[in-house]
């Protein structure tokens, strides 16, 4: 079975600061892997979708690399800010039915 | 792309009574998957169409749940009896042949 986790749960950082982010997986055949952002009460909005056979993907301000052989994505977030604050999730599928595993997500909370 | 939409986003209903969701997926997309959060963590597969083909249901899904995709358009998720543990956020993803998936904003379903 496929395992997902986020460590940590939840961080708490002021407004400027850089993000990271950690995501461990344990399926090696691994399809791709997303990161997606909730807010409260809310659904998922994708941030960026990294394919196994690539090592990262930038967005803006966001930027997720992924490492196979060790079983971890990692999202920055750089200059963070007040509208930075939801709970981050990771998420990977295989090649056999591309459903997601999810992790339980950390909870971001940038300070003004 | 109007995105991935759901209906209701919220129901509260009464133990015992049946419920049931719809979710229209973005219209180019022939996979649509169902999946359940509840809170502080992530969330969980229910259930997957490719088409108008059901391919795969969690065992989370006991027999009380059930899930249509008719022409391959639309999806809905009924669950009959409900029971205070299916209080819960039902979501709703779509993806094309790329296996992007793009979530709705979710049915919170307060079941009393």
């Known amino acids: 079975k496929q395992e997902v986790t986020q460590i940590p749960a939840a961080l708490s950082v002021p407004e400027g600061e850089n993000l990271v982010l950690n995501c461990s997986f344990t399926?090696?055949?691994?399809?791709?892997l997303q990161w997606f952002r909730q807010d409260p009460g809310k659904g998922l909005t994708s941030l960026l979708l990294?394919?196994?056979?690539?090592r990262e993907q930038t967005s803006g301000r966001l930027n997720a690399s992924l490492d196979k052989s060790s079983g971890r994505s990692t999202l920055y977030i750089a200059a963070s800010q007040p509208g930075d604050s939801a709970t981050y999730l990771c998420?990977?599928?295989?090649?056999?039915?591309?459903?997601?595993?999810f992790g339980a997500g950390t909870t971001v909370t940038v300070r003004a | 792309d109007t995105g991935v939409s759901q209906d209701p986003r919220h129901k509260i209903t009464k133990r015992g009574q049946n419920v049931t969701f719809r979710c229209d997926p973005i219209?180019?997309?022939?996979?649509l998957y169902w999946y359940r959060q509840t809170l502080g963590q992530g969330p969980e597969f229910l259930t997957y169409?490719?088409?108008?083909?059901?391919?795969?249901k969690s065992r989370l899904l006991s027999d009380r749940f059930s899930a249509e995709r008719p022409k391959g358009s639309f999806s809905t998720l009924e669950i009959q009896r409900t029971e205070q543990g299916d209080s819960a956020m039902y979501l709703c993803?779509?993806?094309?042949?790329?296996?992007?998936?793009?979530f709705g904003p979710g049915t919170r379903l307060t079941v009393l």
């Open positions: 169409f490719q088409n108008e083909a059901q391919l795969e």
């Open positions: 998420a990977d599928s295989n090649s056999n039915d591309y459903k997601l595993s």
């Open positions: 399926d090696s055949a691994i399809y791709n």
């Open positions: 219209s180019e997309h022939n996979r």
């Open positions: 993803a779509s993806s094309s042949v790329f296996h992007e998936q793009f």
């Open positions: 990294i394919q196994s056979s690539q």
